[in-house]
């Protein structure tokens, strides 16, 4: 004690001088850093490692029940129940009605998209795009009747009608670029329309939310009605191959928006870089939202293992595995393929090709068939531009039930696999797409290579 009494006596303010300037400058480098780092990637660096890597050693148990996927502000289910239930949720990567879904069926005479599934979207639509106060306005009153229509034709003659009435109703315009639209190109077209009108009821809604309830839910639309045109203008700029474009489109919107992350919208930017192979970007986002506290898909735990793949796939040999044993990247690679295949098993027959695919339904079950069908419509590419992945998904996936040999029961880093998902994705899926693979695998199947090193 008298030691560092004499010591701290000795201490001259240009010492204490020296040790504020030092910590003053650090910390605006600190400050300067996180800016920069939340301005590229739009999320706090800090926060990120926090949640990562000092967030798992307190400990904490991963949450596989989805986000709600209602476009409201402010509305969370995170706290609903502990168990996961068959609950359907909106396909994030959803196609175009007009566009693409039309077209296959003009071309194979068959339809796309079950009943249930097409009842579920007009659900969507008039809680998405209708309020309280549209009686008020006679175009918005054409349009509350245009989404409950069952024929096509009608919602689209129940939209020029509502233009007629409002040439700026930015809902008619949503219709027609979803429905009439035969063409992406078309599409944009009647979306960069709604998008103007949008900006400006938008505009007008937010001078006056706070005058009544009524209009506080009108303000609520025409968010919805806002974010819903400027995520399609970014899907139709990726699928057009602008896909900087997009990802900028996307960026902007979570960052304009960042109260509707239950949207889902990262899964599009996701894809998007994924497509520009920016894989240091891909991990930036899979860090903010690949967490114990966020609900979980197939294409956040499918797209970690990609990563991980990518960074051995190339070289990888199971016969080379079961001489020297695997890496710790290998390892690494291995166990991100069994925790993809725990929270949805029916995804690696896609990705192999074991499975024929449809096109995806405009709504999905976690877990379930129809979001693997979803997932690997769109991410197939991905895995056959990394060499060596697909056959390290081969080699390793079915080691998974290695640790979890009856998933309907116990599961390992998830909830046990819920039973009711054949029934689901049975309503989902046309009767052409649904082969009763929704049954998840019970039986122990055989190991691979990689997997038996594993266990070593």
């Not at 709600?68 to 502000?73: M, R």
């Not at 049954?439 to 266990?455: F, G, I, N, W, Y």
């Amino acid at each position: 004690m008298p030691t560092v009494t004499v010591f701290l006596s000795t201490l001259t303010p240009k010492f204490y001088f020296a040790l504020t300037v030092t910590s003053s400058f650090i910390s605006g480098l600190i400050f300067v850093f996180e800016w920069w780092h939340f301005r590229k990637y739009g999320t706090s660096f800090i926060e990120q490692v926090s949640v990562s890597h000092l967030r798992p050693l307190i400990g904490g148990v991963e949450n596989s029940s989805p986000a709600p996927a209602a476009f409201s502000v402010g509305e969370n289910e995170t706290n609903r129940q502990n168990m996961p239930e068959c609950k359907v949720w909106r396909n994030p990567l959803n196609l175009f009605r007009g566009a693409e879904y039309s077209r296959y069926t003009w071309v194979t005479g068959k339809e796309p998209l079950t009943y249930y599934d097409m009842n579920l979207s007009a659900q969507d639509h008039q809680n998405f795009f209708t309020c309280d106060t549209d009686a008020l306005r006679p175009s918005d009153t054409v349009m509350q009747k245009a989404w409950r229509e069952r024929n096509p034709q009608a919602r689209i003659k129940a939209a020029y009608q509502a233009l007629e009435l409002n040439n700026d109703c930015a809902t008619a315009y949503v219709l027609l670029a979803e429905e009439e639209a035969t063409t992406i190109v078309d599409a944009e077209k009647y979306f960069k329309q709604a998008l103007k009108a949008g900006e400006m009821i938008y505009r007008k809604s937010q001078n006056c939310h706070s005058q009544s309830p009524q209009h506080e839910a009108q303000l609520r639309r025409d968010t919805n009605v806002l974010v819903y045109v400027k995520r399609r203008l970014a899907m139709c700029a990726r699928k057009l191959g602008r896909i900087r474009e997009a990802v900028k489109m996307m960026r902007d919107l979570m960052k304009e928006f960042p109260l509707l992350s239950m949207l889902n919208i990262h899964e599009n930017l996701l894809e998007a870089l994924l497509e520009l192979q920016a894989y240091a970007d891909v991990q930036a986002v899979l860090a903010k939202y690949d967490d114990i506290s966020l609900p979980k898909s197939a294409a956040i735990c499918y797209t970690a293992a990609l990563l991980k793949a990518r960074a051995v796939s190339e070289r990888f040999s199971p016969e080379t595995a079961s001489k020297r044993g695997l890496s710790t990247a290998e390892i690494n690679a291995v166990e991100a393929i069994h925790r993809a295949v725990e929270f949805n098993p029916h995804v690696p027959k896609y990705l192999l090709e074991m499975k024929s695919l449809v096109l995806p339904p405009e709504h999905i079950l976690k877990r379930g068939d129809s979001e693997a069908v979803a997932y690997a419509f769109f991410h197939l590419q991905h895995w056959k531009r990394i060499e060596g992945a697909l056959n390290l998904l081969h080699c390793t996936w079915e080691g998974t039930f290695r640790m979890i040999p009856y998933p309907l029961e116990k599961g390992h880093l998830f909830y046990p696999y819920p039973s009711c998902t054949e029934t689901a994705d049975r309503e989902l899926l046309p009767t052409c797409g649904f082969c009763n693979s929704s049954l998840c695998p019970v039986k122990r199947v055989p190991e691979s290579t990689a997997d038996e090193m594993l266990q070593k």
